[in-house]
């Protein structure tokens, strides 16, 4: 999976993919990453890449023409012969959900795009947007914080990233449901023991008790899941 990701704060994106499982993707080759800093295609000697928005309001805007032509930079640099998949993450998008992250992860790479600011000017994303992604109902100064949420989650999918600690089958949401709770050793801390059927050696009563307890969770937590 090669990650193309344009914005204005490379080092900020670049620092926080250098650890844990991301990182060991990277390094081993199954992740590529690519930050291209938009303000690198500012046509303006200040390397401006805002402007006041058109009807007013507060707030600056980010401009179309630095946004397009670092596009175009990232298309050249991940050699593709189409456009890959350009994700602009937005509040105003659809929400990331492990079902569309299962989906970029069947892709070869995928640019996204980080507003800052108000945002971006509608023209640059109606030109070259493919997919508008929000991470939640809550809004974030910049793209960054989501473009490493939604490349963090579509990273552990890529074959190879997890290795064999991968266990999607029974993680939150794969199944349509909330995943149970885990225990590790010692069998009893803080007063608290481990349940019983999780040390009875019975596979088969420890799969029902889980599925019981991610029903559960389920229900009490996310109903909306069912
Ligand atoms: N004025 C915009 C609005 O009300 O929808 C918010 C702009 S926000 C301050 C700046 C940038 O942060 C956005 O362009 C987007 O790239 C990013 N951002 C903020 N919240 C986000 C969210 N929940 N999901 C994805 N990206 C978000």
């Not at 704060?9 to 390094?27: C, E, H, T």
């Not at 970029?104 to 790479?109: K, N, Q, T, W």
């Not at 939640?136 to 960054?144: A, F, K, R």
């Not at 890529?158 to 449901?177: C, I, N």
Request: proline residues 4%.
């Amino acid at each position: 999976m090669r990650f193309s990701v344009l914005t204005l704060f490379p080092d900020m994106v670049y620092a926080s993919a250098g650890y844990s499982i991301f990182k060991r993707g990277l390094d081993q080759g199954f992740v590529q990453l690519d930050c291209i800093d938009i303000r690198d295609f500012s046509a303006n000697k200040h390397r401006q890449v805002d402007d006041y928005s058109y009807g007013g309001g507060f707030g600056m805007v980010m401009k179309a023409q630095p946004i397009y032509d670092a596009y175009q930079h990232a298309l050249e640099r991940l050699g593709c012969a189409a456009s890959p998949r350009v994700v602009f993450l937005t509040p105003a998008g659809r929400p990331l959900t492990q079902e569309l992250v299962a989906e970029f992860a069947r892709e070869d790479a995928l640019i996204l795009l980080c507003g800052h600011y108000e945002g971006v000017d509608e023209r640059v994303v109606e030109e070259i947007v493919t997919d508008e992604v929000s991470i939640g109902d809550y809004v974030l100064t910049g793209g960054e914080l989501a473009a490493l949420v939604l490349m963090d989650a579509v990273a552990r999918l890529v074959p190879g990233v997890l290795g064999k600690e991968g266990s999607f089958a029974e993680e939150s949401f794969t199944a349509g449901l909330l995943e149970y709770p885990q225990y590790t050793r010692p069998a009893e801390v803080l007063g608290r023991a481990v349940p019983d059927v999780l040390l009875s050696g019975d596979h088969k009563a420890v799969e029902k008790w889980r599925h019981e307890q991610s029903l559960r969770r389920t229900k009490t937590r996310r109903p909306d899941l069912l």
